[in-house]
């Protein structure tokens, strides 16, 4: 019997759908906006089956210890590979930004694994989509800057445990906006995959 049922269930959703995103832009060129999405999505894609494992155990079981401890070290890459989207969406690929993402990802890893709390990866993730989504709303791209603060929500929500319901709780509530944020952001984005 699963412990939290709707939350590795959604978690799973979560991860064929980033899955597919995944696969749509890293097949484009190489270090372009959309391959830096695409490796975001990528990074998702392992979160999400991390956290789908962690959350299939109780707590105290040694799996879930060990895949939650695997989906803190996987999300600062959710954010890195973000600011790098950011970087090449704007211009400055100089490196001294991609040595500021370097340290910064450094940095929210060690937190990560010190600490084993999603709060660090939301503190890591948090302003660039705050900085991402102004860029893209000042670039008249809605539907990306409404997926992005989507996103925010998704974190609200999770952070600050609301749950409709015993069971269906706050994280299985958190996937399914990530999940519609997503989409948002895949539209938005899709236009700009030089591949298809």
Known sequence: MLHEPWTVLTDIFLCVESGYFAMYFLSGPRYQVTWWWGAMFGFLTATAICGAISHSFPPSDWLSIVFWQ??????????AALS??????V???SPLWHALVSLKLGVFLYLGVTRLTFLYAILDYV????????VA???SLVTLSCGLLLTLLAAAIQQLNISPSEWFDNN??????????LYFIFKALKPYSKNH
């Open 127 to 134: 302003p660039v989509v705050i900085i991402y989504s102004c």
């Open 91 to 93: 211009g400055c690929n």
């Open 84 to 89: 790098m989207a950011l970087i090449s969406h």
């Open 137 to 139: 709303f000042s670039r």
């Open 172 to 181: 299985a509530l958190y996937h399914v906006v990530q999940m519609i944020a």
């Open 70 to 79: 695997a989906t803190i070290v996987c999300l600062p890459f959710i954010a």
